[in-house]
């Protein structure tokens, strides 16, 4: 036979598996649809008898699926629920209690300088690239930032410098216990939260050191927050290691507010 008759009639036969494929679909589709009319468009959540919850088409879908009886309604969990799960997994990510509702959108901006700092916050969550610093007094809100960014890149870890070096020796005294070295290099957004004076040991500087280097060579987004001025960090984290870091970082805001009344709620709530 000629190639090229014998190559259309391949895309012939092609074709018409596709379109069969297609007819299959759009049946399916016009069943669940049919099947979902007979259902209620909203049910009450159980949890939270105040809540709604709505029919979809993909959830009710995905139902039928796995019911071997039939069609299968699949609802939306509440948004409540849906929040206790977002809350859930950020705890999960080392997000304290006070911090977990913190959001872009609940983040209050004082001023023109916090609005800004707000939108290089919104870019380094696009971008996911780099250091960004954040410096400031207590209770100027850096840590609600940081923590809206973990909840919107969705997975990471957020530390502080305290609690990570108390990780670091558990597991001279326990193998099994996680390593946070690992666990810090290969988070997808690692916060450093409340770097400040060292809490001594010899054993801090190189355990932040394998951390942030690794992490500056290749690029991750990771942030890092302090009460304190730059020039006290480097005492910390070593004056080389503050310098890369202050070079190549994507930005150094500084939170000069002095509006404490934000993490003074947070706290009151926690
Ligand atoms: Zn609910």
């Known amino acids: 036979m000629n190639l090229e008759i014998e190559n259309s009639l391949k895309n012939l036969q092609m074709t018409s598996t596709l379109e069969r494929f297609k007819q299959t679909a759009e049946r399916a589709q016009q069943a669940r649809r049919a099947f979902m009319a007979t259902q209620p468009a909203v049910i009450p959540c159980r949890v939270h ?24 309604a699949g609802y939306v969990p509440c948004p409540k629920c849906l929040e206790a799960q977002q809350v859930e997994k950020l705890q999960a990510y080392g997000l304290p209690a006070n911090l977990t509702h913190a959001t872009f ?13 707000l939108e290089v916050l919104k870019s380094f969550c696009k971008i996911q690239r780099g250091f960004l610093i954040l410096i400031g007094g ?27 070096l108390v990780a670091l020796r558990q597991t001279y005294r326990d193998k099994a216990a996680f390593d946070p070295i690992d666990r810090a290099q ?15 040991g010899r054993d801090e500087l190189p355990l932040l050191h394998e951390i942030l280097d690794y992490r500056h060579s290749e690029r991750m987004a ?4 302090s009460n304190f001025e730059w020039e006290s960090i480097s005492n910390v984290i070593g004056e080389r290691m503050a310098d890369r870091m202050r070079e190549s970082a994507f930005r150094l805001l500084k939170f000069t507010g002095t509006s404490h009344r934000r993490e003074a709620r947070e706290r009151y709530f926690d």
């Open 49 to 72: 008898p105040d809540c709604q919850r709505r029919i979809d088409e993909e959830l009710t879908a995905r139902a039928t699926a796995r019911n071997i009886g039939g069609f299968e």
């Open 105 to 117: 959108e609940n983040w209050i901006a004082d001023d023109q300088s916090e609005t800004e700092h």
């Open 138 to 164: 207590y209770g100027t809100g850096k840590s609600h930032l940081a923590a809206a960014a973990l909840r919107t890149i969705g997975k990471g870890w957020f530390v502080k410098q305290s609690s990570l």
């Open 186 to 200: 290969s988070a997808r957004l690692f916060v450093l939260d409340d770097v400040g004076l060292s809490a001594g």
């Open 222 to 225: 990771t942030i890092i927050t």
